[in-house]
């Protein structure tokens, strides 16, 4: 069973950057398709950006063109890097994963496998 721990949230001010990593151990990580959640307080849980394999990475629309989302297999690591950060940004952010054979949404109920979180404040 694959685990997954997230680091390098933190608070920043709006058009700030910062870079999430997520650390992947078991199983071998190149079978998963792997993906970037976050849930603000008092909101439903929601799809940042997912990588199927070596195919284009898919964004959600409130991120397209400030988000990259990447992997390194050599380092079993998910990378998200953030820039032009903003207040609405500000949210626990969530590395899943998901087996390879079909592409999975961008919706949790359609990943298998989630770390513990890491949170990012971006203040205005």
């Known amino acids: 069973q694959v685990q997954l721990v997230e680091s390098g949230g933190g608070s920043v001010q709006a058009g700030g950057s910062l870079t999430l990593s997520c650390v992947t151990s078991?199983?071998?990580?190149?079978?998963?398709?792997m993906a970037w959640f976050r849930q603000a307080p008092g909101k439903e849980r929601e799809g940042v950006a997912a990588v199927y394999g070596d195919r284009t990475p898919t964004y959600a629309d409130s991120v397209k063109g400030r988000f990259t989302i990447s992997k390194d297999n050599a380092k079993n690591t998910l990378y998200l890097q953030m820039n032009s950060l903003r207040a609405e940004d500000t949210a626990m952010y969530y590395c899943a994963a998901a087996g390879v054979g079909w592409d999975p949404p961008l919706l949790p109920r359609s990943w298998s496998y989630w770390g513990q979180g890491t949170q990012v404040i971006v203040s205005s």
């Open positions: 078991g199983p071998s990580y190149s079978r998963y398709n």
